[in-house]
């Protein structure tokens, strides 16, 4: 229970130290080669994706994904107001200008009946979806847009009989220390589509899109992954189901244990695995405090985007859902090996507050 520094702290054993110290002392070179093939694998596997690509975070494959939307400066692309800030700025590092969309009152996601450009981010807060997701991406994509999927807190979530992430044009994970699984920092950008799977490799790759030399054709970075990282992750892999089992059971615990003083965000837990489970209050900000003056970590949900001191440059667009959930949402320790005896405690703290 005690998490004074997080909200949710990273859970790993012996397994994923072995993992590591076994490839330190097979003589790997430690940059990206055959453990980031072996994850990419397992993501496939897992998810039903085609095409994985390992990245050094979440926020660098949303650049990566910008790149392949060929974002032009000053074009305009949708990115819904309650998301973090990564999502929208790899298309303004691009030069684009963001239009900051508000969310359905029942999901908190995109509203798509609000979409207007060609580029479109779609935020899976805590994996979840609207109840029309898949049909709404590939009207979309029917279109002629290119959708980009942040699921960067979706792994383990599915709408459809699809993995979240893999409908869109591209979709990326979060491996960063609070997601559902993690290597420290790095992400995994997925599609369905070997042209975009062979650019991937191309930009993360400085541009080579040749065996042999150097021969730049295109524009590109360097945004390999370790074969370091994937060592540790290729473990956090196989706990994954197990993970993904204990989250929906805490996410439960909660919402039977709090429904009398908080309000939850309608969540389907057959499909979505909440990475972070969130609680709507008044007076959120001294509650968060209070809760962290005994060392139970937690978090205030994003604030609308548009409403950021970097981000209100641009003129927002009116949003009153995401203004509302930003106002009120807290988000509670969810780390994996919390017991049952935590969360009961963790909830008494949080009715204590309420009934002062």
């Known amino acids: 229970m ?36 072996q994850m990419e694998k397992m993501i496939c596997q897992y998810t039903g994706a085609k095409y994985a690509h390992m990245v050094p975070s979440a926020t660098m494959g949303l650049l990566l994904a910008s790149m ?33 969309i508000d969310v359905d009152p029942v999901s908190y996601t995109l509203d798509f009946s609000r979409v207007t450009n060609r580029v479109v ?7 979840r979806t609207p109840t029309d997701y898949k049909q709404q991406i590939q009207r979309l994509q029917n279109a002629g847009h290119f959708v980009i999927e942040d699921a960067a807190q979706a792994l383990g979530s ?27 920092q790095g992400g995994c950008i997925i599609t ?9 490799h191309a930009i993360k790759n400085f541009g080579r899109t ?19 990282q994937a060592s540790f992750g290729i473990e956090q892999m196989h706990k994954l189901p197990a993970v993904v089992n204990r989250k929906k059971e805490i996410y439960t615990a909660y919402r039977r244990l709090l429904a009398d003083v908080a309000e939850f965000v309608d969540t389907d837990i057959k499909q979505a695995t909440p990475t ?20 139970i970590g937690c978090r205030a949900v994003y604030d609308s985007l548009g409403k950021q001191p970097f981000h209100s440059r641009w003129v927002p667009k009116v949003a ?7 106002a009120k949402g807290l988000q509670l320790p969810a780390q994996p090996n919390l017991t049952d005896n935590d969360i009961i405690e963790i909830c008494n703290a949080v009715k204590h507050y309420a009934a002062v």
């Open 192 to 200: 369905n589509s070997e042209t975009i799977s062979e650019r991937i």
């Open 68 to 100: 392949l939307s060929d974002i032009k400066p000053g074009e305009h692309f949708d990115c819904p107001a309650y998301t973090q800030a990564a999502t929208a700025n790899g298309s303004i590092l691009m030069g684009a200008v963001p239009e900051f």
């Open 276 to 295: 972070y489970p969130e609680i709507l209050v008044d007076n959120r900000d001294e509650l968060a405090l209070n809760l962290r003056s005994k060392d």
């Open 121 to 127: 981010y779609v935020t899976s807060i805590n994996g």
């Open 210 to 228: 040749v065996g042999v030399g150097e021969v730049y054709n295109i524009m590109g970075m360097n945004f390999k992954f370790t074969d370091l």
């Open 2 to 37: 005690k998490t004074p520094n997080s909200h949710m702290n990273p859970v790993y054993n012996d397994s994923e130290v072995n993992s590591v110290t076994e490839y330190l002392q097979s003589g790997g070179w430690i940059m990206e080669h055959t453990k980031t093939r």
């Open 158 to 184: 599915w709408h459809a009989d699809c993995h979240v992430g893999t409908m869109g044009n591209v979709g990326v994970f979060s491996f960063g220390a609070p997601k559902i699984i993690t290597t420290g």
């Open 320 to 326: 009153p859902v995401t203004e509302y959930i930003g």
